[in-house]
């Protein structure tokens, strides 16, 4: 049984900074691309950042780009998104997810594994 749990969020200034936690279990990390998702109040969940397997590929969303960063530590069977310069417009509940193969991916439909979900909130 796959499980992603995820810790990290909380409350934060404008341009400050958070690190979001997603440890899997349950299969071997390193052969799945993972990523990492959001969704604010009344919007649709959106790609946030994924990374392949080996992590060597990274794949940003425009409206994060230069400001977060996601890395994976296959030893530890972690991910981790680094997040600077927040703004208020990136509150939102994180999802963490484990992509069905090795690629990186934006589409959610191609993630068969989901976290619970962390809240960041970022006060202006």
């Known amino acids: 049984q796959v499980q992603l749990t995820e810790s990290g969020g909380g409350l934060v200034q404008a341009g400050g900074s958070l690190t979001l936690s997603c440890v899997a279990s349950?299969?071997?990390?390193?052969?799945?691309?993972m990523g990492w998702f959001r969704q604010a109040p009344e919007k649709e969940r959106e790609f946030v950042a994924g990374v392949s397997g080996s992590g060597g590929i990274a794949s940003h969303a425009n409206s994060v780009k230069g400001r977060f960063s996601i890395i994976r530590d296959n030893a530890q069977d972690t991910v981790y998104l680094e997040m600077n310069s927040l703004k208020p417009e990136d509150t939102a509940v994180y999802y963490c997810?484990?992509?069905?193969?090795?690629?990186?991916?934006?589409?959610?439909?191609?993630?068969?594994?989901w976290g619970q979900g962390i809240q960041v909130t970022v006060s202006s």
């Open positions: 997810a484990q992509g069905i193969n090795y690629y990186v991916t934006r589409s959610a439909s191609e993630y068969d594994y």
């Open positions: 349950g299969r071997t990390f390193s052969n799945h691309g």
